[in-house]
């Protein structure tokens, strides 16, 4: 399935836009009470291990918070590893994760220390907006690459493929 590169060797990563479209809906649900939100895409391997066809959206179970330094969001990781068995089963991979943020869309340093995909090239979408801006906004989100431990290739965007 995967190597010790993970997916690093992942050309593309194609997103159907119903997907796309619910992820908005989910992060915009959560945004609308002022808070940040998670989901993440499991999929499959294609055309020799070059593409990740995303399947799935799912909204982990999270506490989303207001701190004294900004907003947050927690995933337990009993339900962490709940979404990975069921990946697993489903012979999907855990390979993007997209949350919101509240203004601009960027990865900050806890993004960057504390993501939910772990494996080598896996791709994070930030959206801007709590995501209020829907599909017309899509040129503003931000995607990040996982390229080391805590170490994201900005501008990956032509990484990402809506269908």
């Known amino acids: ?10 050309e593309r990563f194609r997103v159907p836009g119903e997907i796309l479209n619910q992820t908005i809906d989910l992060l915009q649900e959560i945004g609308d009470y002022g808070l940040e939100s ?15 066809e995303c399947r799935t959206v799912y909204r982990p179970r999270q506490l989303p918070m207001r701190t004294p330094y900004g907003l947050a969001v927690s995933v337990p990781g009993e339900e962490l590893a709940r979404l990975n068995l069921l990946l697993f089963e489903r012979g999907e991979i855990l390979a993007v994760q997209v949350h919101s943020h509240p203004t601009d869309a960027y990865h900050s340093e806890t993004d960057d220390v504390y993501p939910l995909v772990t494996l080598l090239g896996s791709v994070s979408g930030v959206a801007p907006d709590f995501a209020k801006g829907g599909i017309d906004d899509l040129g503003r989100w931000a995607w990040y690459r996982l390229v080391g431990i805590g170490e994201w290739l900005s501008d990956s965007a032509d990484l990402v493929e809506v269908f």
């Open 1 to 10: 399935m995967t190597g010790p590169r993970g997916l690093l060797e992942v």
């Open 38 to 52: 998670f989901v993440l895409y499991g999929g499959v391997l294609r055309d020799g291990g070059r593409v990740i």
